[in-house]
């Protein structure tokens, strides 16, 4: 079965740093998000992405996120200047359409630890 | 705004037993629909079941089975026969989508329930 993938699985970056996170989306969806879990906490949302660009994100995402699909198949999240309370665990999702009963699918999540 | 609650942060059962997951949600939107994720100690989110809020009859999906009570506002999530693979230290969100959403329909999850399954 198609599975969405993230890489690296557990990343350590100091404070200030720059940090991309990597997917690669189920080949035949079309709608891909970021979303965010603060250990110990519930899953937020960040971003949804569709034909190249953002459709919408939420109040965390400010200036310092950014997404990209840079090619085909990759789906990239960057936070430019990484702060302590970045250190979350990181999930890409990915659907075939946006407004119907479909399901996300998520990948395993990217843990980040910033120090 | 979307709100989903889930009022038992952890809850246990005896193997083989079934179990009541709750959870209510607020929205004003008349079309939605409302998921049901298991996240296992390793971290994963993994999906369990679908309900949209113009289905007729309860979502059944193997054990897994959600009693929608639309009036209420809850999506309780039901598990026949627990069996050990169903946690060891698991987490069950709730989450919910407003699929008339042409924006990417964003997921709203609640805060989890953990369940633990005993032998």
Known sequence: EPEVTQTPSHQVTQMGQEVILRCVPISNHLYFYWYRQILGQKVEFLVSFYNNEISEKSEIFDDQFSVERPDGSNFTL?????????????????????????PQHFGDGTRLSIL | AQKITQTQPGMFVQEKEAVTLDCT?????????????????????????????????????????????????????????????????????????DIADNQGGKLIFGQGTELSVKP
């Open chain 2, 25 to 97: 949600y607020d929205t004003s939107d008349q079309s939605y629909g409302l998921f049901w994720y298991k996240q296992p100690s390793s971290g994963e989110m993994i999906f369990l079941i679908y309900q949209g809020s113009y289905d007729e009859q309860n979502a059944t999906e193997g054990r897994y089975s959600l009693n929608f009570q639309k009036a209420r506002k809850s999506a309780n999530l039901v598990i026949s026969a627990s069996q050990l693979g169903d946690s060891a230290i698991a987490l069950y969100f709730c989450a919910m989508r």
């Open chain 1, 78 to 102: 960057k936070i430019r200047s990484t702060k302590l309370e970045d250190s979350a665990m990181y999930f890409c999702a990915s659907s075939e359409v946006g407004f119907s009963n479909q």
